[in-house]
């Protein structure tokens, strides 16, 4: 199986690749600043996204994980919220995921692939506790775009999976969090496995359990 990770150097993206590499798959690792074993891709520049097909050349790929993304608004107050800071978030945690998924659609179809989008539990519009403006609606927009993504995608058989990875220790999650970056790939691994056609536009927690919308 090949997987490609967008954010595989630290945190969540690293250890899905970390994980998937130890069981034998291959991983395209993807970061903003690439180290040795890893692809140059900003999610958040066109020019780099567009220019990822070509780079990889034919590669069918079986699993899209859109993991990269940015909580910029922690803890704003209500007089904070600057535009740029809604500008750059939204052209990481949406539109680059759409942007991904586009440039890679080739190769996933080349593979009848799947797709996961990393969102969040904030992205509910359920549970909306307020505060992290940006955050949230970056997150609920990529659900969104999972899920209508899941309609259009479902004829061609490729599945599309939007997740809460948890709360997990990472630079985002920070070291209060309730999980370890291994017990969210553990559950995010199994979940990606289960997605398919009849579970595709599926908003789960990494443990397995509905999320609500
Ligand atoms: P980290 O902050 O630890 O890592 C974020 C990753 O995203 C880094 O690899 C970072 O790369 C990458 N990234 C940021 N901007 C870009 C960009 N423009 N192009 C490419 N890569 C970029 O976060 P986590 O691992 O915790 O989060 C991973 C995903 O899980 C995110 O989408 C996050 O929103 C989501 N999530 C996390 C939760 C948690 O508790 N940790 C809870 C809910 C959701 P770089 O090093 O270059 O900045």
């Avoid at 040795?36 to 790929?61: F, H, K, N, W, Y």
């Avoid at 307020?130 to 479902?154: E, F, M, T, V």
């Avoid at 995010?188 to 919308?213: I, K």
């Amino acid at each position: 199986m090949t997987i490609l990770i967008t954010g595989a150097n630290r945190g969540i993206g690293r250890a899905l690749t970390e994980a998937y590499r130890a069981a034998g798959e291959t991983v395209i690792a993807t970061a903003r600043t690439p180290a040795a074993g890893e692809i140059a891709l900003d999610v958040a520049d066109p020019a780099s996204v567009a220019s990822l097909p070509d780079r990889i050349g034919t590669t069918a790929i079986d699993l899209l994980v859109c993991n990269a993304g940015v909580y910029l608004d922690k803890g704003q107050g209500m007089d904070g919220y600057p535009a740029q800071m809604w500008a750059h978030t939204f052209a990481v945690n949406v539109t680059g995921v759409f942007l991904c998924i586009q440039a890679l659609l080739p190769a996933l179809r080349a593979a009848k692939g799947k797709i996961a989008i990393i969102s969040s539990q904030m992205a509910s519009q359920e549970k909306a506790p307020g505060g992290s403006y940006i955050y949230r609606a970056s997150k609920a927009a990529a659900l969104n775009l999972g899920r209508n993504l899941a309609q259009d995608l479902a004829p061609e058989g490729i599945a599309v999976g939007i997740y809460h990875p948890g709360w997990v220790r990472t630079d985002m999650g920070g070291g209060a969090a309730d999980i370890s970056t291994q017990e969210a790939v553990e559950g995010l691994m199994a979940r990606f496995a289960a997605l398919s056609p009849q579970t595709t536009g599926c908003f789960q927690t990494w443990d397995g359990r509905p999320h609500p919308f």
